[in-house]
């Protein structure tokens, strides 16, 4: 088992499965409304599973244009919780397709902030990529239009995501098990 940082960290994903599933996610955008399409990666997590899957879209005929949104939750209660933008994108979005990729799904607040915001803006489209899937975490009526893979309801790492700002660079997902011996 690989030990980072003293840790030990259990593989649930590898780089080798994420790289063969970012092949199918791109190959179903392609399908849906993607001409003109505008790639909004949401910061931080996803910025490694977008590097990924653009290029997935390009072998998928696709020659989107980028842009990044780093949003934050806010509020630690379980009703005044919300979403803020912490930088925006600099592109108006009004009649494109827009393809927001995620890490994670959980709660949905996140996604559901990001995806009205677009419409608001006016948006022709919007549809929602994430690597994973946590559905017991739900607590809006929010589903992704393309998922890499439901994730057991673990503290994942690795793949672009963190705890307390460790662990972005392993290329491959997994659970972080105990220190190593
Ligand atoms: P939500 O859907 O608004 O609850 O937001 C989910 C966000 O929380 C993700 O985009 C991640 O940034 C973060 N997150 C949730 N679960 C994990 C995890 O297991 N590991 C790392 N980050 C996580
Ligand atoms: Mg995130």
Redesign the pocket.
């Known amino acids: 088992m690989p030990i980072v940082r003293g840790k030990t960290i259990e593989p649930l994903f590898t780089a080798e499965t994420i790289a063969a599933r970012n092949i199918e996610l791109a190959t179903e955008i392609a399908k849906g409304p993607s001409d003109d399409l505008l790639v909004i990666s949401?910061l931080?997590?996803?910025f490694v599973f977008a590097a990924d899957l653009i290029r997935a879209l390009h072998h998928a005929g696709l020659a989107p244009e980028v842009e990044f949104i780093t949003l934050s939750?806010y509020g630690a209660g379980t009703v005044s919780r919300g979403?803020k933008i912490i930088k925006d994108i600099d592109s108006d979005v009004k009649g494109r397709n827009i393809l927001l990729i995620?890490?994670?799904?959980?709660?949905?607040?996140?996604?559901k902030f990001a995806r009205d915001l677009m419409y608001e803006r006016g948006a022709a489209h919007v549809s929602i990529a994430v690597l994973l899937d946590?559905k017991v975490?739900r607590?809006e009526d929010f589903e992704a239009d393309h998922v890499g893979f439901e994730?057991p309801d673990?503290?994942?790492?690795g793949y672009g995501?963190?705890?307390a700002y460790a662990f972005r660079e392993l290329p491959f997902v997994g659970v972080v098990t105990g220190d190593a011996a």
């Not at 995620?102 to 996140?110: H, M």
């Not at 673990?154 to 790492?157: A, H």
Request: proline share 0%.
């Open positions: 949401v931080k997590g996803s939750s979403v995620d890490d994670i799904l959980e709660s949905g607040r996140t996604l946590k975490k607590q994730c673990y503290f994942v790492v995501m963190d705890v």
